[in-house]
């Protein structure tokens, strides 16, 4: 989630270009790591249902179809900050799987919580940089969708070159996305969401499936923190893009 949420911490959807002298090119990380505390539920899930449900990192391609028990489209969700709305997404979408990346702790703590109340089987956890996870475990070609909602807009201008959705990211992103599938990305940045029209519209790979800005798709929850901006007159925007077939 964003930032500006002051009820939860702020997820890992960021990213953090590591300082470098001339000879060593600045590389993108998809995630800032932040203090956070633990709560005795979220430690409890991680102990019970991480070793089900967390997938150690590893310098191979998954087998989806080994990982979930069946053949189905695999959605990557990139930062997924506390999982309230990747739960509730994988829930109304039992016919997609879906491998959330965040680094955070206490929101893979908080996200097992759901699967375990929820008892969701169609969803898997990376605690790792979603830049590796894409390099090295998701195989070319490989995925019906990505998800990124809310990523940190790093809102003064010195910082923008830290935002996720920038033309190399996303040209790697796309390596992995199978032709057909598609992009969806979610702001409450105005700056942020022109910029991600702007960087996604650039990509001679993708299809912007609206004029502009999407209306927001339907299998994705409003959050508490975003109701409440709506009531105050604050705007999010939704962008989906696919990639050419």
Known sequence: MSSSDPTT??????????????????AIRSYVMRA?????GQA????????RF???YT????????TFGRQAPVVLEIGFGMGDATAKIAQALPGTDFIGCEVHEPGVGALLKHIGEMGLNNLRL????????LEHMIAPNSLAGVHIFFPDPWHKKKHNKRRLIQAPFVAKLLTRVAPGGYL??????EPYAQQMLEVLGANPELVNTASGFADKPAYRPLTKFENRGLRLGHGVWDLVFRKKA
């Open 9 to 26: 911490p702020p997820a890992d959807a960021t990213t953090e270009v590591a300082e470098a002298g001339p000879a060593h090119p600045r």
């Open 36 to 40: 956070g505390r633990t709560t005795e």
């Open 44 to 51: 409890r899930a991680l102990t019970e249902l991480g070793p």
């Open 54 to 56: 967390v997938l150690p």
């Open 59 to 66: 310098a191979q391609p998954m087998d989806f179809a080994a």
């Open 126 to 133: 990376v605690r790792h940089d979603a830049v590796e996870v």
């Open 184 to 189: 969806h990305c979610a702001t409450d940045w």
